[in-house]
């Protein structure tokens, strides 16, 4: 079975300064959630997730994601089975600011019975 080990605290029940990104697994997926302030989102935002693998960028990928007016938090979510093992970064870049937020956590053993056939 796959391990993930978070480089950064997991969604933490506190609230957030600035824009956050967490990771956590849950039900073979890992999640990444992305945390804003409300009140910096007055008009709706529009965020990229990117997926860096540490070993193919065919593994990489990039999401759109439009975020409600006054909404805090949006997310995004990988299959673990079948990821590369490593150390994985996520960065959410803010495309009306540019600004960007980013963590890492590690990967390790490989498992991929979740798409073995019966």
């Known amino acids: 079975m796959k391990r993930i080990a978070a480089a950064l605290p997991l969604f933490l029940l ?13 039900n073979e997926r890992i999640y990444c959630r992305y945390f804003l ?5 007055q008009n709706g935002k529009e ?3 990117y997926w860096i693998s540490p070993k193919s ?6 999401r ?11 997310y995004d979510y990988r299959f673990l089975p079948g990821r ?6 996520v960065r959410v870049i803010d495309l009306d600011t540019n600004e960007s937020v980013e963590t890492a ?7 991929d019975s979740m798409f073995e056939e019966d």
Do not use: K
């Not at 960028?57 to 990039?62: A, G, L, Q, Y």
């Not at 759109?64 to 949006?74: A, L």
């Open 47 to 49: 965020v990229e997730f």
């Open 84 to 89: 590369a093992e490593g150390v994985w970064r």
């Open 105 to 111: 956590f590690d990967i390790n053993a490989t498992d």
């Open 57 to 62: 960028p065919d593994d990489d990928r990039v």
């Open 64 to 74: 759109h994601f439009r975020i409600p007016p006054q909404h805090g938090s949006v």
């Open 14 to 26: 506190v609230p957030l300064t600035a824009a956050d990104v967490q990771c956590r697994i849950e």
């Open 37 to 41: 302030d409300r009140s910096d989102n």
